[in-house]
């Protein structure tokens, strides 16, 4: 694929807030019906949540970061996208719109701003060395 056919970011949708909230329940409990989402979003809901979760997944659907299955009668869904892709095209969305394109004011941002704990913080470590040794051997 030639870089000018790769989508650019704005062209990478992103998610609302309603639908993150669907999303979390597909990635921790994958094969998941519309009936476990609504339960667990709307306890005691009735009909109207009941839809509203299915134009939620419907519209996930149509971003491609859901999938369904329905060889079973209760269709069950699956996450396409992952929360780590997400939270990296959230994070590169950021960066491109505060930092021109640069991940280092952000993550820097981040880093000095948080109260990272050690282990947290020998974690990240641990990542920028791997992700190095990785690059040099490239």
């Known amino acids: 694929m030639l870089t000018s056919d790769m989508p650019s970011e704005k062209d990478i949708p992103d998610v609302t807030e309603a639908e993150l909230a669907v999303m979390e329940r597909v990635w921790s409990t994958p094969d998941v019906t519309i009936r476990a989402i609504a339960d667990e979003l709307y306890p005691g809901g009735g ?7 299915q134009k939620l997944i419907e519209r996930l659907e149509a971003k ?7 060889s079973q009668m209760a269709h069950r869904f699956t996450a396409i996208v992952g929360r780590e892709e997400l939270i990296g095209r959230r994070l590169r969305a950021m960066a491109e719109k505060l930092c021109g394109g640069s991940m280092t004011p952000l993550l820097t941002s981040l880093v000095e701003s948080s109260k990272l704990t050690a282990k947290e ?4 470590r641990e990542l920028i060395d791997k992700v190095s040794r990785k690059r040099k051997r490239s």
């Not at 009909?47 to 979760?53: E, F, L």
């Not at 913080?121 to 990240?124: A, K, M």
Request: negative net charge; hydrophobic residues 40%; aromatic residues 16%.
């Open 64 to 70: 491609d970061f859901l999938r369904r299955d329905n």
């Open 121 to 124: 913080f020998d974690e990240l």
């Open 47 to 53: 009909v109207a949540h009941y839809t509203t979760v």
